[in-house]
T-cell receptor, first 110, second 111 residues
Framework: EAGVAQSPRYKIIEKRQSVAFWCNPISGHATLYWYQQILGQGPKLLIQ????????DSQLPKDRFSAERLKGVDSTLKIQPAKLEDSAVYLC????????FGEGSRLTVL | DAKTTQPTSMDCAEGRAANLPCNHSTISGNEYVYWYRQIHSQGPQYIIH???NNETNEMASLIITEDRKSSTLILPHATLRDTAVYYCIVRVAGNTDKLIFGTGTRLQVFP
């Protein structure tokens, strides 16, 4: 069974630029999550989708972060404009029972 | 906020059992205890979960105290590949639930 796919694995941008991350969950998984993990900390939930609807986005900084899950499958997370403190690993996870995580996208903002 | 407390770090000799404790004194009756681990540069990986009975699978054993206020994850024969950050999480199982991670325990297995 294929796992959760994420791209790109690494991205370096300058502050005030924009960036987008893509996630392809495990086939058939209705629930999808985006987490932000800053170095030395545990993952922090940004947004949770159930199919193509948002279940929880209370921790998403909506002035600069946006996420969508069109057609209830793939998802994209966008940051515009990026700040230095956005440097982190962005993890996508999907669930049918237990959560399965992708390897993450590491963002460095200079 | 995370509802669990774990030691920041632990060491274990290769081949020995690694016992990772977790306190969850405010756990509710319908909340499960979950354990995930995160090896360097990878996403978290599910290990095991339980409600009130002890559980065992091919990766680990989970011992939950009778009052459910604490638990211990046991890796019976630790290997160098078990070096990782281990997260203990309490969670209400359901379609819209989510995992709230704390800072976890960094386990270092040494030769």
């Amino acid at each position: 069974e294929a796992g959760v796919a994420q791209s790109p694995r690494y991205k370096i941008i300058e502050k005030r630029q924009s960036v987008a991350f893509w996630c392809n969950p495990i086939s058939g998984h209705a629930t999808l999550y985006w987490y932000q993990q800053i170095l030395g900390q545990g993952p922090k939930l940004l947004i949770q989708f159930q199919n193509n609807g948002v279940v929880d986005d209370s921790q998403l900084p909506k002035d600069r972060f946006s996420a969508e899950r069109l057609k209830g499958v793939d998802s994209t997370l966008k940051i515009q404009p990026a700040k230095l403190e956005d440097s982190a690993v962005y993890l996508c996870a999907s669930r049918s029972g237990e959560l399965f995580f992708g390897e993450g996208s590491r963002l460095t903002v200079l | 906020d995370a509802k669990t407390t774990q030691p920041t770090s632990m060491d274990c000799a290769e081949g020995r059992a690694a016992n990772l404790p977790c306190n969850h004194s405010t756990i509710s009756g319908n909340e499960y205890v979950y354990w995930y681990r995160q090896i360097h540069s990878q996403g978290p990986q599910y290990i095991i979960h339980g409600l009130k009975n002890n559980e065992t699978n091919e990766m680990a054993s989970l011992i939950i105290t009778e009052d459910r206020k604490s638990s211990t994850l046991i890796l019976p024969h630790a290997t160098l590949r078990d070096t990782a950050v281990y997260y203990c999480i309490v969670r209400v199982a359901g379609n819209t639930d989510k995992l709230i991670f704390g800072t976890g325990t960094r386990l270092q297995v040494f030769p």
